[in-house]
């Protein structure tokens, strides 16, 4: 019967691999590049996790989102956070029917995919109303507990802190996104290929690829992997080198302001799970950890003035902690 249930497993697993390729290809068909930037989001997804984008506008972030939530066949709801967003916007709020009994009405977060559009730009009053949403796939209106539909995950995207209009993100707030990613400016040929394709008025038709009960059990199926204690050791030991006491990294207690907490332990595991499968390997090894590190912990530690005056960023610095593994 174990057997049985191993077989079946792998073979989930194998579908997996092939789904992701058959994902990368529709998804190519409207982003040109930022093939890294895709597979991290995917790992994501199917890690249950959340994602915060990072970059200048006019890069594709929104429609990175959008495509996604159509090739996988979920709901989408899209909410441009704005100075004058409240929290009732997102979430939704009760009111008084015709029968004179109050009724609550949802709010755009009721989606599997919610895109949180330059999340940034609204006070932390607001942004504070995505925290239970996060974790506990749920929001409370007076008193009263709505469970979010699943799979259900928070894609945001942000600009630059450096912009005008911005508010920085609570900790608390970046802690629950399980990765971080930066995107860059695309190459020149990337560049050329993107104006080809979007200057012509060309319409591209999407095949979706899963729907919502394949990837909920994928997503069980990736906390079954198994995973050797020195991995274990290796993801927390990694951590433990961001933060300032005795088992901090010299490096750390001379460029950090904090470190990250054990949220960041789980991520790394989690993720380097889910790299290892969509690799073709049914365990995670250190490569897989460390091909998440830095989408887990750039978010998790905060340089101090002596970092920036000499350059360091936190991605230099995750990058420096794993050299010293």
């Known amino acids: 019967m174990q057997e049985k249930q191993a077989l079946e497993e792998v073979e989930l697993l194998d579908s997996l691999v092939n789904k992701c390729r058959l994902l990368k290809k529709e998804i190519a068909k409207v982003i040109i590049g930022q093939e890294d930037i895709i597979q991290q989001v995917l790992i994501s997804i199917f890690s249950s996790g959340h994602c915060l984008l990072v970059g200048v506008p006019g890069l594709a972030k929104t429609l990175l989102v959008n495509t996604i939530s159509r090739t996988l066949g979920l709901s989408y709801n899209r909410i441009q956070f704005t100075p004058d967003l409240m929290p009732s916007d997102i979430i939704g709020s009760e009111i008084l029917n015709k029968d004179r009994e109050f009724e609550f009405i949802k709010g755009p977060l009721f989606a599997n995919i919610v895109l949180a559009d330059e999340?940034?730009?609204?006070?932390?009053?607001?942004?504070?109303?995505?925290?239970?949403?996060?974790?506990?796939?749920?929001?409370?209106?007076?008193?009263?507990?709505?469970?979010?539909?699943?799979?259900?995950?928070?894609?945001?995207?942000?600009?630059?802190?450096?912009?005008?209009?911005?508010?920085?993100?609570?900790?608390?707030?970046?802690?629950?996104?399980?990765?971080?990613?930066?995107?860059?400016?695309?190459?020149?040929?990337?560049?050329?290929?993107?104006?080809?394709?979007?200057?012509?008025?060309?319409?591209?038709?999407?095949?979706?690829?899963?729907?919502?009960?394949?990837?909920?059990?994928?997503?069980?199926?990736?906390?079954?992997?198994?995973?050797?204690?020195?991995?274990?050791?290796?993801?927390?030991?990694?951590?433990?080198?961001?933060?300032?006491?005795?088992?901090?990294?010299?490096?750390?207690?001379?460029?950090?302001?904090?470190?990250?907490?054990?949220?960041?332990?789980?991520?790394?595991?989690?993720?380097?799970?889910?790299?290892?499968?969509?690799n073709g390997k049914y365990s995670p090894d250190i490569e897989d950890v460390n091909a998440v590190a830095v989408a887990v912990l750039r978010h998790r530690i905060i340089p101090n003035y002596t970092a920036q005056a000499n350059g360091m960023t936190s991605k230099s610095i995750v990058e420096e902690l794993i050299k010293e593994q």
């Open 119 to 278: 999340i940034n730009r609204t006070p932390p009053k607001t942004q504070a109303a995505l925290l239970e949403a996060m974790q506990e796939h749920s929001a409370t209106v007076n008193g009263k507990i709505h469970k979010l539909q699943e799979p259900f995950f928070v894609l945001a995207t942000q600009n630059p802190i450096e912009q005008e209009g911005t508010y920085p993100l609570p900790e608390a707030q970046l802690d629950r996104f399980m990765f971080m990613l930066w995107l860059d400016y695309p190459s020149f040929d990337q560049e050329v290929e993107i104006l080809k394709n979007t200057t012509v008025g060309r319409n591209v038709e999407l095949n979706t690829i899963m729907n919502s009960e394949e990837i909920i059990s994928l997503q069980k199926l990736i906390k079954k992997v198994p995973v050797s204690d020195n991995i274990y050791r290796y993801a927390v030991s990694l951590v433990e080198k961001t933060r300032l006491n005795e088992n901090g990294s010299k490096l750390a207690k001379e460029y950090l302001s904090w470190g990250a907490g054990p949220r960041a332990s789980q991520y790394l595991v989690t993720g380097a799970k889910c790299n290892a499968v969509l």
